[in-house]
Nanobody, 119 residues
Framework: QVQLVESGGGLVQPGGSLSLSCVAS???????MNWYRQGPGQQRELVAG???????NYADSVKGRFTISRDNAKSTMYLQMNNLKPEDTAVYYC??????????????WGQGTQVTVSS
């Protein structure tokens, strides 16, 4: 069982920046890591992902503004968010997942951190 703890959320004005962190209770080197978000009345959506090998992918809505990274030695994943917009307001969740035999797929979630973009 892996526990994930997000931090770094808060209130920021449009155009501002925030940096989120996700610390895992164990090693993350064998996990694909993702940031998801869920806005008010919306479904949870994938914001950004980083693979075991370091490949990254982003939702179109955040490309060029958000940067995902990982530090396996610190069991930590990051999300640098720049030029924030009101539509980025959401609860941001950390996710880790992997597939291993014979246990199958493992999927873990953090408790979420609130990001509010408002003037």
């Amino acid at each position: 069982q892996v526990q994930l703890v997000e931090s770094g959320g808060g209130l920021v004005q449009p155009g501002g920046s925030l940096s989120l962190s996700c610390v895992a209770s164990g090693t993350i080197s064998s996990f694909n890591m993702n940031w998801y978000r869920q806005g008010p009345g919306q479904q949870r959506e994938l914001v950004a992902g980083i693979s075991i090998g370091g490949s990254t992918n982003y939702a179109d809505s955040v490309k060029g503004r958000f940067t995902i990274s990982r530090d396996n030695a610190k069991s930590t994943m990051y999300l640098q968010m720049n030029n924030l917009k009101p539509e980025d307001t959401a609860v941001y969740y950390c996710n880790s997942n992997r597939f291993r035999l014979p246990s199958g797929r493992e999927n873990y979630w953090g408790q979420g951190t609130q990001v509010t973009v408002s003037s």
